[in-house]
């Protein structure tokens, strides 16, 4: 193993190190650049609309239905607040997230591990298919993984629980997804030190409960209903969360094929990530419905494992110079195979632009004035609202069909409303969101006529009706 050896001691300089990691860093980000003005219709136009609310002067939960704790639309807020709707800039804060994201592994890995499977931990985070696909798509997770981490970083690396506690609830007070992990986590920390399980405790509560009172006292009833209730209430899909299992198999194969090398490595190093790993995937297998960036929450600590794995097996099980090198050319055939699949499907599928866009803001723009409003699908009419520099009617840019399944909305009521309302365009898709509610679409045909229909190549047909 002398290579490594020597690769290590190069590596083992500080400047040399960290050169390198902003070496990855710089090649992340110029392959995500493209994505970054990247248009498509899809639930990150929600946040950026809600960040324009609240700019405004509306409040969440009690002016406008908003399923996530405050902390999703703050970021969109304040860079409204400050420059309006820029596209490339708010699509950046995931970005941003990301890397730093990565550093904090780099820094969590560093404290435990030799500089290899730092790096190496690093550049399989970045190099994993979910990673490369969400960090342009401003859903949160980046966030909440962000602040996990930084938790975490300052439990393992300071041992300063109270700051680690923090934020943690910081996390939690972005997306609610990592308040299994925060559990386990503390869990852990009871069973090894019960006096820092207490400071982690007290860091982590003071400011997550503080700040659900405060939301409770200025939103009500509302913020429980949207933020907890909801989650409960909404419906599932059979068989749904193991498809998304499946399918990140299946984009991610040569990240799951080396995690999968912890079977025959030493554990003790890797305890804490292997148990954080599992016992979310047994939240997600059981939870109602998930989606795929979900998942992103633990990429950080597959990726950790992963690169300890393959390092600890070919320490252990590859002196035979044949056998090492046979082992790494297969895993380098599995890294090129499955980087050449994830990045031609970045570019030629999920970063192929919404082309009927710009079509359809020209015709909102020309066919109505400032004071006439939007509504409709969720994944669009936020978007052309921004864009086309109209409001959305009700504050109501969420209109997945869920909220209505759960019982959340009343849908009849909505539609009396719309009616009573200056609404001028109702934007659908057929089958999808509220579109595919049958009552939605009898109101549409009945009251309304068909404006325009757009038929876009990739993302389907879009349905403006005239009200």
Known sequence: MGNISSLSTFLANKRTSFLVFALLAIIFVIIEFKGLSHIDPGDEHVYF?????????????????????????????????????????????????????????????????????????????????????????YLGMGLTTLSFLIGIYYALNKGSYFTAGSFMALSALTRLNSLILILVFAILLFMQNKRNSYRFSLGFLSLFITANLLLVIIAGYSFIQSVYLFHLLKPGIESFNISIFINFVRDNFFLATVFLLFLFAKKKEISLFLVLIASYLVFLLLSSRIFNFYLVLIIPFIAIVAAYSIHDVLERYGKDTLIRHSVLAVLLLLFIANTYISLNRLYNFDFIDFSSFNEIKDYISENSNE???????????????????????????????????????DINELINKLKDSNAKFILTRPLSGVGGLDEFQAYLEKDCKLAKWFKDPLQGDFLLYEC
């Open 371 to 409: 004071q006439d409003l939007l509504f409709g699908d969720a994944t669009s009419t936020p978007l052309l609202a921004l864009a086309a520099e109209r409001d959305i009617a009700f504050n109501m840019p969420d209109t997945n069909i869920q909220i209505f399944q759960s019982g959340i909305t």
């Open 49 to 137: 609309y809600m960040g324009k609310l609240i700019a405004n002067g509306y409040i969440p939960y009690k002016d406008f239905f908003l399923a996530h704790p405050p902390l999703l639309v703050l970021f969109p807020a304040i860079l409204y607040k400050i420059i309006g709707f820029k596209l490339i800039i708010f699509k950046s804060i995931e970005l941003i997230a990301t890397i730093l994201s990565a550093l904090f592994i780099y820094l969590i890995a560093k404290h435990k591990f030799n500089i290899i499977i730092v790096l190496t931990s690093v550049f399989l985070f970045f190099s994993s298919k979910l990673i490369l696909f969400e960090s342009t798509y």
